[in-house]
């Protein structure tokens, strides 16, 4: 019994003594593990010497690592750090180089943490953001709190800010992976670049920037798991991976991070030599950088060339023009000082951006917009002509959206005295001089702002010039001017006779003032050629109504044809109905008859 209670009474002695044999079998067999894979190495090793395997022709990359990969010193090294390479690899860290979080945790932590704070913000500001319906924006808190909860942007905010880093406290600092649902806001970021490039003034240079952007994320993506293969296979085993990091100068994070960056660009851009992949893994990723770089940097070599053609069209489009004139005016043997002198307004166009078609521009927007754009540009212009300055607004508007530009070329007449007037201008940049016949001698010199012409197209009765210039007006410089037909002014004026009646006035009494009007002729009665164009007016009202009469008339008569034949028709199938109805009522009436006879 005593020796019975002895072997129940210590159990725990004897399982403690199991334990301590399996963990010193389990230190033996480690022990031994790496034993062998310390002789497997040195065998390796030794094979290489023994049996001196065939170099590779030395690539651009050799020159970079130095000559101690060469030398059998540095073989040395790295056949020791082979033990270290075997050994079961210790836990990525932030990223591939793993100073940047062994070295920089707390700022890495900041970052973090400002990072989320920003999300809550974004948060924030999508459910304070309007949005249209039907067209008009809303504005109110609760309604676009309503639209934002059912929007797929608010489920992945919140997934994104769930947070999954509490982890840390039972996990430990080293699994920044556990962060990964932050990339949910990823998509945060393409509308970010989406709104840019529609809101900037300079698209193709924003395009441009972003494809730049694009490539180094690439490069950068690639360069790390570049590193980080080469961390897996183990540093300076063979001439493709990453050299031996116990060399100092291999050892720096600095080092480290610009030579995987230059093998990456090597490699995607496919411009330099870089070293022969050796095991079948390096294979395998070198095929797939490859096929990658020849991909995307196609893609985004054929997207830079059409942004750059996109930038240039413009330019294209105009040199297309002056080509063409050039072509003509050799074909048709103009002088040489006229052709200088188109060239030279060309280059004028172009230097001062003058080679936009508004019209052509803005066509494709309502004529609401139109509108606003063209008072926007060109009210405060209209506005300094004397006889417009009190006019209605609407009149304004009507004759803004009939101002069309003009360039003149130095020495251009814009008018010669006796000339029909039939538009005034207005100067928006340039100088004209007013000059004799000679065309020298300048009595008075127009600027900016300055106009002329606008009593000629309003061709007021008792006029002493009547509607011709009364003065000769030359460009001296390249000048820009704003046209105002009489056709226009006129058309305009047809819904506003209150405003021509004031216009008129107004233009008698500056005619009056310079003693340029005769009294006895404007109180006479209607100017015999006012009474001519209004007779001319009506025949050629006339001549279109009676080409309109016989239009219809022809048209009558076709219909009328149509009708008499569809009439005709009806009569003959009629007829035919009848027919049929009667043989049909015949044969029933006959045997009738011939049963009475025989009663």
Excluded at 16 to 32: P, S
Excluded at 370 to 381: Q, Y
């Amino acid at each position: 019994m005593a020796k019975i209670n002895t072997q129940y009474s210590h159990p725990s002695q004897d399982q403690l003594a199991v334990r301590i044999m399996d963990r010193d079998l389990d230190h033996v067999e480690n022990g031994i593990s790496r034993v062998s894979r310390l002789i497997v190495s040195l065998r390796a090793w030794a094979a290489r010497h023994l049996h001196h395997e065939d170099q590779r022709p030395d690539s651009f990359l050799d020159h970079f690592q130095g000559a101690e990969l060469k030398e059998v010193s540095s073989r040395d090294s790295t056949a020791q750090s082979n033990l270290g390479s075997q050994e079961p690899p210790s836990r990525e860290k932030r990223a591939c180089f793993d100073e940047l979080q062994s070295e920089h945790l707390m700022m890495w932590l900041v970052l973090d943490y400002s990072a989320d704070v920003l999300y809550g913000l974004d948060v924030l500001v999508r459910a304070r953001t309007g949005f249209l319906e039907q067209g008009l924006m809303v504005k109110d808190a609760e309604r676009l709190w309503k639209h934002y909860t059912k929007t797929i942007h608010f489920k992945l905010d919140v997934l994104s800010l769930v947070p999954t880093d509490l982890a840390y406290l039972r996990l430990g600092m080293n699994y920044p992976e556990l962060r990964f649902n932050r990339l949910l806001k990823f998509a945060r970021l393409f509308e970010f670049f989406d709104r840019t490039e529609t809101r900037t003034n300079y698209p193709n240079v924003f395009r441009i920037g972003n494809l730049v952007l694009y490539i180094l994320i690439i490069i950068h993506w690639n360069a790390c798991i570049y590193f980080a293969i080469s961390k897996f296979i183990g540093f300076g085993t063979d001439s493709w991976v990453y050299p031996n990091i116990s060399n100092p100068e291999y050892g720096r994070l600095s080092r480290k991070y610009i030579y995987s960056l230059y093998w990456s660009t090597l490699t995607l851009t496919t411009i330099g030599e870089t070293p022969a992949p050796v095991k079948d893994e390096e294979y395998l990723f070198v095929v797939i950088d490859f096929l990658v770089g020849v991909l995307i940097f196609a893609t985004i070599v054929g997207n830079v060339g059409s942004m750059i053609s996109n930038m240039n069209a413009s330019r294209a489009e105009f040199q297309a023009k002056i080509d063409s004139i050039k072509q003509y005016m050799q074909f048709r043997k103009v002088t040489k000082d006229l052709e200088t002198r188109v060239i030279r307004w060309f280059d004028y166009l172009w230097a001062n951006r003058k080679t936009v078609d508004e019209k052509e521009v803005l066509k494709n927007l309502p004529d609401k917009l139109k509108a606003e754009i063209a008072i926007n540009v060109h009210l405060d212009t209209l506005k300094k002509v004397r006889i417009f300055q009190d006019c209605e607004a609407g009149l304004l508007v009507e004759l803004v959206l009939k101002l069309r530009p003009a360039v003149f070329s130095p020495g251009d007449y814009i008018c010669k005295k006796g000339d029909i007037g039939r538009e005034m201008y207005i100067i928006k940049e340039g100088k004209l001089a007013v000059v004799a016949d000679d065309g020298v001698t300048q009595f008075v010199v127009l600027s900016d702002g300055s106009y002329f012409g606008e009593i000629s197209i309003l061709n007021i009765k008792g006029s002493k010039s009547g509607n011709r210039r009364t003065a000769n007006i030359r460009s001296i410089g390249y000048s820009d001017l704003f046209c105002l037909s009489k056709d226009d002014l006129m058309e305009a004026l047809t819904e506003y006779p209150e405003a021509k009646k004031a216009l008129e006035e107004k233009g008698r009494q500056i005619l009056m003032k310079d003693n340029l009007i005769d009294e006895d002729l404007a109180k006479a009665g209607s100017d015999p050629k006012d009474i001519e164009e209004k007779v001319e007016y009506l025949e050629s009202s006339l001549d279109t109504l009676q080409t309109r009469f016989a239009r219809l008339l022809a048209e009558y008569n076709a219909t009328q044809m149509k009708v008499k034949q569809r009439l005709s028709q009806l009569e003959s199938q009629v007829k035919t109905c009848g027919r049929s109805f009667q043989s049909d009522g015949e044969a029933p009436g006959d045997a009738t008859k011939t049963e009475d006879k025989q009663q």
